[in-house]
């Protein structure tokens, strides 16, 4: 930061040390507290970092709102995600995109699975997931997904599996038995 001018304030009767002298020193104090109360903002208003009710302020300000049982991680994830999740959503690929940036993992999307209902939307995701509300997901759908779908949700659960070869084999003798 580049040091600013000092107040000096002149008068043509003033007098050195006078009333103007302590004016002017109050007014450098009153700027300096400013600057330094303005320098240190700029890491105040990262939403992973600042105070909850400032984030809740920052969330208003990005017209995003808390859901009813989401874990404060969550919010301040879509708090400071909130423009790029806005221009995201209602596209598939958007949507993959948010789900990444909340930190919920990977998500399938399958669309016109069922020939009836051309407008289900077939969304598997992750069994760590599903921890969270049922609600929840559902404010998160409708909040980012697209108007005009319906959403059914299958969950998948990621475990290790190995495979050994192996010889397996059976020999018979063909022996006749005589009476």
């Excluded at 993992?105 to 669309?111: A, M, R, V």
């Amino acid at each position: 930061m580049s040091e600013r001018d000092r107040i000096e304030l002149k008068f043509w009767q003033g007098e050195e040390g006078g009333i103007l002298d302590i004016i002017a020193r109050l007014a450098d104090a009153a700027c300096d507290l400013l600057e330094s109360r303005l320098a240190g903002l700029p890491g105040e208003t990262d939403p992973e970092l600042a105070d909850l009710r400032l984030v809740e302020l920052l969330g208003w300000e990005r017209d995003t709102e808390r859901f009813s049982g989401e874990p404060e991680a969550l919010f301040r994830k879509r708090v400071k995600y909130a423009l790029a999740n806005a221009k995201d959503a209602g596209s598939r690929a958007g949507f993959a995109r948010i789900w990444q940036r909340l930190g919920l993992g990977t998500i399938s999307q399958t669309e016109r699975f069922d020939a009836e209902n051309w407008d289900v939307i077939k969304l598997e995701v992750e069994e760590a997931v599903f921890v969270l509300s049922e609600q929840l997901l559902s404010d998160l759908i409708r909040q980012y997904g697209r108007t005009c779908r319906r959403y059914a949700f299958e969950s998948k659960i990621s475990a290790a599996m190995g495979v050994r070869a192996f010889d397996f084999d059976h020999i018979t003798l063909n022996s006749k038995a005589t009476i």
